[in-house]
């Protein structure tokens, strides 16, 4: 079975500082990962996602995800934060082989704070 | 914009009612897919289509019918909704079911009286 688990439902920080956003994943075999965000009265938006090869995969706005199996973690980071970043962000996980069920997390709301 | 628009943006509707939501992709997508979102909830995946075909329906009440006319329209029926049937419901779409970066609509804000 898949699973994943983004333990903290909100998450503060400064602007200017860094940021990290954490995601557990549980899957059989090996796994496709993803983040998105999402606005206020919008859809989500694609960040990044890893597939195979390089463990930190940068994305869109600044943001990059390292892959860590040994962990099973996906954390989402950006060096140096925005108050334009305050947003509710998903982490995603699928499996490469098998089911091509997409499965998101709760989701976790940053606020970046001026 | 990305490419994937929902209508209408918000709906209200009682319990006895039937409408629809639409959704249209102009990405060339072959797969599009229906969530439903609450507040303080993982993303709930209700429905998946690929080159027109339903591949997905996960458990979701028969009162939820959806129904893909083409790779690029996709639309969920609703009748006798439950008021926890409020919910965004967004729409997505991908390249196909495999490659599965999805790209989503804006979402339908439904509340049910």
């Known amino acids: 079975a898949q699973s994943v688990a983004q333990p903290e439902d909100q998450v503060n920080v400064a602007e200017g500082n860094p940021l990290t956003v954490k995601c557990t994943y549980s899957?059989?075999?090996?796994?496709?990962l993803f983040w998105y965000v999402q606005y206020p009265n919008r859809g989500l938006q694609f960040l990044l996602k890893y597939i195979t090869g390089d463990n930190l995969v940068k994305g869109s706005y600044g943001f990059e995800a390292e892959f860590n199996k040994s962990q099973t973690s996906f954390h989402l980071k950006k060096p140096s934060a925005l108050v334009s970043d305050s947003a509710l962000y998903f982490c995603?996980?699928?499996?490469?082989?098998?089911?091509?069920?997409?499965?998101f997390g709760a989701g976790t709301r940053l606020f970046v704070k001026a | 914009e990305t490419g994937v628009t929902q209508t209408p943006r918000h709906l209200v509707m009682g319990m006895t009612n039937k409408k629809s939501l639409k959704c249209e992709q102009h990405l060339g997508h072959n797969a599009m897919y229906w969530y439903k979102q609450s507040a303080k909830k993982p993303l709930e995946l209700m429905f998946v289509y690929n080159f027109k075909e339903q591949t997905e329906n996960n458990s979701v009440p028969s009162r939820f019918s959806p129904e893909c006319p083409n790779s690029s329209h996709l639309f969920l029926h609703l009748h006798t909704l439950q008021p926890e049937d409020s919910a965004l419901y967004l729409c997505a779409s991908s390249r196909d079911r495999d490659t599965d970066t999805q790209y989503f609509g804006p979402g339908t804000r439904l509340t049910v009286l």
């Open positions: 899957v059989s075999g090996n796994p496709y």
């Open positions: 995603a996980v699928r499996a490469q082989t098998g089911g091509f069920k997409t499965i």
